[in-house]
């Protein structure tokens, strides 16, 4: 078969599995690769499945303490007093408030360069307090989703642009400004067009009816540490980089859980832990399939084929083929679409200054954490406000992405102007 | 259609899915373990001595960073080269070039070192979802030697977890990953981590031998700019651009690249700041290990022809010329051996006392014409092992077999 078909037919299989034979997500992508190893003529390649299967095998530790972490952090009381206290600082300012929790999801997300660490950590700290104001559940979730987004494409730390610039030799230097000129816009106007008509203010005699219960009375500053704990340490990893060995996102996230198990209300922390394992799972399998799912495509020439049918578009096809590549791509893996067509597509660009192009590029790649099957931001954002079915989360993320796609493609045409003004 | 809800979760699927695990780590283990074997290497009779990485830098004894040092030594004091291979150990020609060098050297004035794996944890795995083969063959007099292609990066099995963000040794913060690229890692630290003390265990190679000149050979993919090209350290930008107009006139473009002050951790950066060489690095092109290639086979190892890079070459996206004719191992080889004479021919313009002269080396036209593995040892059917220090003369091309080395992956 030839590369294109191998490559159909895996998406066809993936489909099938998927929406007909109603498989998991992650089983599906497995059974896609299996497929694609037999229409490739490789036959069932055991050792490429099992090394594409541990392609993400890091995230999986992160993915995993960190939705233990989010479950401590709910058992123990500390995500219901967190949210009484926001509602009581900011329930007249709706504004303040919607642009505050999208500065508090972001913000894990800058420090660490991953949307799904943003919404585990953050998200449900935000969401039952803007739910409790009027904000819809699925409007939420795409608040939560896209701040995420935008916080993985944040300074300081972005690991898309890492990844481009690993790949031609770009030094991770001068990134912050281009990064805030891409990422604070957006920033501003999302929450304000998803949030600002329904959210509504609530005067202070009705407060007491939507405050969550507050454990604050019981147990004082102490409900707060496991988070203190956490942040410090996630900010360590970048400020004190030169001072401490990394302890790494699942040792923080453990010793944050450990700690929550003690800084609240009682709880029984293995039951906890076998919750967060059966939420987790899911969510590990398809990143698994991904791996599988990309190892096979490569070792068939699919992968070639797709980046070289992309940079073979017409020029002025070529910006509207990096959207759409590199979005798509994502709905495998938004890391992966860095590595695999944004290196191509920032050595294509070559005239113009790497920087503003790989800035660019990280924010439209950014927007693959958005795109099914693993959308990792949209998915965890259904989780946090309780939504079953993300694809309706991401239905509300449509105009917001859009915006954000927009602003990066203008930031990446108007890239020689702007290395005159920034650079 | 009812889905599989009615069949998820119970005992006897996860004793099934638990077998099923089993079975596949079971069946894919004896391939992972196929790599860890270091593939023999057969000195030429000249050869010195052979020492290991580990006598410059004891710490790396019995740890998967150790790796063979080969040292050739001429009777006219002269000046002395280091040259690795291997340091991305899925460049092929990098490690092949050295190891050429290796099997032929003969050294008329002044020492030659060459570490011909420099990263040998590299060797021992393959890059996840490159879908890269385990090896390829050479052919050579009578046989066909087969070699390990192996990743980029230091192997997660001997330095793991990668931190979220690293501090190169010369003070740089790179994506995490990169803590486990040699070739980021220089110039090392004693009691770092085992890539870091590999890049340490060189720099003592490097002062221990007392080392004028260093040439790291490397490959990179033909869509990236930095190809065919000389990368030079300001001490060695005399003899890079004398170098550049000989090879010139040989018929072979080579770009000239001045190393980048700001890109810190990379051989031709902290070599020569640190070891205070003169240090250059080497590229050729090579396809496998580009984003655009098709099917990643042993066979395009070996040819460099893609149908992808092709099309690409089409679409003007490629900084090399490139055609049917592909890219071969051989003809990269080849590069890599005529720019590394040119090299030492240069030294021997601008620094006549620190020249290194060799003999026993084919010309680069002849290792493009007759393939890199006319010039290698017929290796196959279990020739000797170079394990074991101390003087190898006289035991290339096939002598008694010796058990292999304890200790080593
Ligand atoms: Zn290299």
Redesign the pocket.
Known sequence: MSEPLVFFTMALAFVGAAAVGRLPIGISLMAAAVVGGLAGGEGVPVRHLVEGGFGYFDLLLIILSAILFMKVLQAAGVLDSLAAGILRAFHRRKTLLLLASMALVMFPGAITGSSTVAVLTAGPLVAPVLMRLGLGTLKTGALVAMAAVLGMAAPPINILVMIMGGGVDMPYVGVTVPLLLLVVPPALAIPLWLGHRELGAVDSEHLDDILPKSWFGEYGWRLFLPLLLVLGLMASQRFLVRFMPDPGLPVIFLLGSLLGWRSGRSFDFLEVTRQAVKDAMPILAILVGVGMFIQILTLTGGRGWIVVSLLGMPKALLYFAMALGLVAFGGVSSFGSASILGVPFVLALMEKNAILTSTALSLVASLGDLMPPTALAGIFAAQVVGEPSYLKVLRYCLVPAGMVLVWGLVVLLSAETLERILL | MKGIGHWRGNRLTAAASLLLGAMIGLLSVSAFRGMWEPDPVFPSPWLTRKAMLADYHPALKNTPGDTEVFVFEGGEPGGSLLVTGG??AN?AA?FMAALLLVENLKVEKGKVVVIPRANASAFTHSEPQEGSPQRYGIEVPGGVRSFRLGA?LTNPVHQWPDPSLFRTPAGQIVAGAEARNL?RCFPGRPRGSLTEQVAWGILEVIRQEGIGLGIDL???SPEYPVINAIVFHEKAAEMAAVAQMDLQFEGLDFRLEASPRNLRGLSHREWGDHGGIRALLL?TPNPVQGRLKGRPTPELVVTGRDPFYLKAAGLGRLFIPYDTAGAPLSWRVARHLAAVEAILASLEEVEPDLAVAWSGLPEWRAVVEQGVGAFLRPGTGGGPRTDGGGGVAGQAGGGARRPPQPGRP
């Open positions: 340091v991305h460049e990098g980029r070739n490397h490959e990179s590229e």
